[in-house]
């Protein structure tokens, strides 16, 4: 799973006409395992992004959870997510780093929303180069199929590795409590 730019619904029109989502929309309702979340805490599900520029099987930038959670809950998530996933006992620091360089402050988290998409709708298939691969796009609550979420940068990642929503420059977000 990937994270692009704001959300805008793709839609296509039919041989009736009648306009339809170029891709499936991911609805609370279905397992969020599919999208690569991970259970944790008893419910919360996590899952670790790479930065919008990394190659696969980089270290994650950015964590995302399912729902709005306190700062603390998606700091634990995280070293949980960074153990069971990546085996790392240090999720703060990335695999090489120096363990006795000093974190100055964790990340805050936010709460916005953002919309899971897969690519072609499993009903109207189209020849893409994303075809079967989800990926998350942040969007205003008020956007089709927008859920909420919390974000948090990892770390090890630079503020521009992330590209979490800020906002204090305006982004549809909240500072996490």
């Known amino acids: 799973m990937t994270t692009t730019d704001p959300h805008d619904l793709v839609t296509s029109a039919g041989d009736d006409g009648t306009t339809h989502p170029a891709e499936q929309i991911w609805t609370p309702d279905q397992d969020p395992a599919v999208l690569g979340f991970t259970p944790v805490l008893g419910g919360l599900h996590i899952t670790g992004l790479p930065g ?9 930038a950015l964590f995302v959870l399912l729902g709005h959670h306190r700062w603390a809950s998606v700091i634990h998530a995280a070293a949980l997510y960074m153990q069971r996933v990546h085996a790392w ?3 703060c620091l990335y695999p090489g780093d120096d363990p ?3 974190i100055p402050r964790i990340p805050r988290a936010v709460h916005t929303h953002g919309v899971f998409l897969r690519r072609p709708h499993p009903d109207h298939g189209c020849a893409s180069g994303r075809d079967d691969t989800w990926r998350m796009v942040w969007a205003p609550s008020t956007k089709p199929g927008a859920v909420p979420i919390t974000a948090m940068r990892h770390p090890a990642a630079t503020v521009t590795a992330a590209a979490i929503p800020n906002p204090d420059e305006g982004a549809p977000a909240i500072w996490a409590a």
């Open 52 to 60: 919008p520029d990394a190659d696969d099987g980089d270290h994650p």
């Open 89 to 91: 006992t240090r999720w």
């Open 100 to 102: 006795d360089e000093v």
